[in-house]
């Protein structure tokens, strides 16, 4: 019977002070050298599934972005909780479970990692041309089917800094990997999906409407092209920009708190009454108007960002999804798969930090199946002190005939465990449905573990919004 192949998991966030699996104390120090009592026990619940289910193969991660916190954390930070990590996945007798070469798919908050691999892979190409030679513009996605993946050298010299990780290594794919089951014509496409949001399309969207421009990037390659320098600016190396970067972070903490808020607005206005010279009693008059309709703005954008809804996925990024799979993953398959599209195909993303599996109709129109199954790996982050419905942690698991199982290890406010597929009949989800007992000790340990740890991050999250 197919073993697991892969193990498809997002949005960790090591080195976020909010991220469960980095370890602060319980007056909210961080401390990334120690070890998540919560990274600890996903490591066990790996290791139980693998050990379970596989006889001879290793399973292979593919981390598929937001691995690290480059946005909001400090590099430092980011890499000694993936050095965490490392040193629980890979000892003496897990090396054996795990396969130390792995699939690496940026994110957002890790998109500079790729950048430094894709110039580093411009350079290595111009070494080859002789002075004068025409040299290519650069290129900014790799193939997805069969693609020529890029060493990552950052992740690849961290790996191979421990003593079981030697011949480690990690091979990176953007933003589209597929993998292929040529006998069934199985597919399954994994993206970490921020090009599902319209705000990673903002320097596109500039030049339509400044200057009335028609034209809109359409494929993978040209939508990158056009904003790989604002989502690298300002979600994956901003933060990280000494205390600017701490007081961003703390701000983004600040828009869900009402009285923090209008802090924040009133701060704003009081400097654009200043700047514009107005009288003060024009001044008094306007204040709390302006300072309204700001606090009603920046909340939209606070809700719009961080999807405070108990939707799995809000009306725009539902469009948003059906968007990019209709049409720039569209254009790739066409390219890459001979004119032809998927007959059977599961879509696989994070970023939300939502997880739902679920089968979606809208795509038989531009030539996919009736049905897509849609699953989403959620996230390991806590952002808000209230509990979101929707929000929570989940690893996807995929077996050597692509057959696809989503294990949803805990939502905010359900803690149950629990298997899920878009498909009936899933041999898979069979195998695993029968061979693991999710109430076993190692789970159960797990779940305790998430169910402390938010309490505790939550905590963090009062103490900063209250400073």
């Keep these: 019977m197919p073993e697991i192949q892969y193990i498809c998991i997002s949005d960790l966030h090591f080195g976020a002070y909010n991220s469960l699996l980095t370890h602060t104390s319980d007056d909210g120090k961080l401390d990334a050298r120690k070890k998540s009592d919560v990274l600890i026990h996903l490591i066990n619940v790996m290791e139980e599934i693998i050990s379970i289910t596989n006889k001879k193969r290793k399973a292979k991660f593919i981390l598929n972005g937001d691995i690290f916190e480059l946005a909001l954390a400090n590099t430092n930070e980011a890499v000694m909780t993936f050095d965490s990590f490392l040193s629980l996945t890979y000892t003496k007798n897990r090396k054996e479970i795990f396969s130390d070469k792995l699939i690496y798919i940026p994110g957002n908050h890790d998109h500079h990692l790729w950048e430094t691999a894709r110039e580093r892979q411009y350079l290595e190409y111009m070494l080859k041309l002789e002075p004068g030679a025409y040299i290519e513009l650069p290129w900014h996605h790799t193939k997805m089917i069969k693609p020529n993946p890029l060493k990552s050298r950052f992740i690849t010299t961290l790996m191979q800094r421990h003593k079981n990780l ?80 701490a007081s961003i972070g703390i701000m983004y903490d600040m828009l869900q708190d009402e009285k923090a808020l209008n802090e924040l607005a009133n701060n704003l206005v009081t400097y654009l009454m200043k700047r514009g010279d107005f009288p003060s009693s024009l001044q008094n008059m306007l204040k709390p108007i302006i300072g309204y309709i700001l606090t009603k703005v920046v909340s939209q954008i606070a809700i719009n960002e961080r999807g405070l809804t108990d939707d799995i996925l809000g009306k725009d990024a539902r469009q948003g999804l059906l968007t990019y799979i209709n049409g720039p993953l569209k254009l790739q398959f066409l390219s890459e798969n001979n004119n032809t599209l998927p007959k059977e195909m599961n879509f696989l993303f994070g970023h939300t930090h939502k997880p739902f599996c679920k089968k979606e109709v809208g795509f038989e129109a531009n ?25 929570g942690g989940a690893i996807t698991l995929i077996d050597e005939d692509k057959n696809v199982v989503l294990l949803r290890l805990y939502n905010e406010t359900d803690l149950e465990i629990k298997l899920e597929s878009s498909e009936l009949e899933n041999p898979l989800y069979k195998k695993l449905s029968e061979k693991l007992n999710l109430k076993s000790k190692t789970f159960t340990e797990f779940t305790k573990s998430v169910e402390l740890e938010i309490q505790n991050k939550r905590t963090v999250i009062k103490n900063r919004i209250s400073k």
């Design 166 to 245: 030697k011949e480690g290594r990690a091979m990176t794919v953007y933003p589209n990997l597929t993998l292929v089951n040529r006998e069934t014509e199985k597919y399954v496409v994994i993206s970490h999906g921020h090009f599902i949001e319209n705000i990673y399309y903002l320097m596109s969207n500039l030049q339509s409407i400044l200057l009335n421009s028609k034209s809109f990037p359409e494929t993978i390659d040209q939508i990158e092209r056009e904003n790989f320098a604002w989502i690298d600016f300002f979600w994956s190396v901003l933060g990280r920009s000494g205390e600017v970067g």
């Design 367 to 391: 030539g996919y199946p009736k049905e897509v199954g849609l699953m989403n790996t959620g996230g390991w982050v806590i952002d808000t002190v209230e509990p979101q419905k929707q929000v």
